[in-house]
């Protein structure tokens, strides 16, 4: 099965934009060449991309790359309105088809945090993705040390459904 191509530009709440990234925003990114974001009249916040934005970028270039094109359950850059600056980045490492899932990451650069930002890009895409029929849960893991973590996927009401010695496994149904 394949997901159809993502219909809209972006996603907005209060005080975010949430953009899909492009095989061609990742290669650029990768390649520390920054005129699509210039183009598109974004800013890079500080120290964005992130160590962990760029080891995550090959892989969702691979996965856009299958697809040609972004449905929507990958990476999105997180954006605050206000100042057009890239603050971080939020998505779904792809879509499981059988148990019609898919997994919830993300990230805020450290200037940018204990602001809700995360909640606030989370919240929005989480009410976009369960907008899919096709969509039953969402899962995300954290390590069970992470106290912002544990914090913000409490207040998004997801439920833990298990725990090993390092990480804890959480999930949201519709």
């Not at 800013?43 to 299958?66: A, F, H, I, Q, Y």
């Not at 088809?97 to 450290?110: H, P, R, T």
């Amino acid at each position: 099965m394949i997901l159809e191509r993502l219909q809209l530009e972006k996603l907005s709440s209060e005080r975010l934009i949430l953009i899909p990234l492009t095989k061609e925003l990742c290669r650029n990114i990768l390649n520390e060449d920054f005129v699509d974001l210039e183009r598109l009249k974004l800013v890079r916040g500080v120290n964005w991309p992130d160590s962990d934005t760029l080891e995550s970028l090959p892989r969702v270039l691979k996965k856009l790359e299958k697809l040609d094109y972004p449905t929507g359950f990958e990476t999105w850059m997180i954006v605050k309105k206000s100042t057009r600056e890239i603050i971080g980045d939020i998505g779904f490492k792809g879509f499981n088809f059988v148990g019609k899932s898919c997994d919830l990451g993300y990230g805020i650069i450290e200037e940018e945090r204990k602001k809700g930002f995360a909640q606030e890009s989370a919240r929005t895409l989480i009410d976009w993705a369960f907008s899919h029929e096709r969509l039953n849960e969402i899962t995300a893991c954290c390590l069970i040390d992470n106290s912002a973590s544990i914090n913000l996927l409490k207040k998004l009401n997801f439920t833990v459904l298990s725990k090993d010695e390092t990480m804890i496994y959480w999930v949201l149904t519709r």
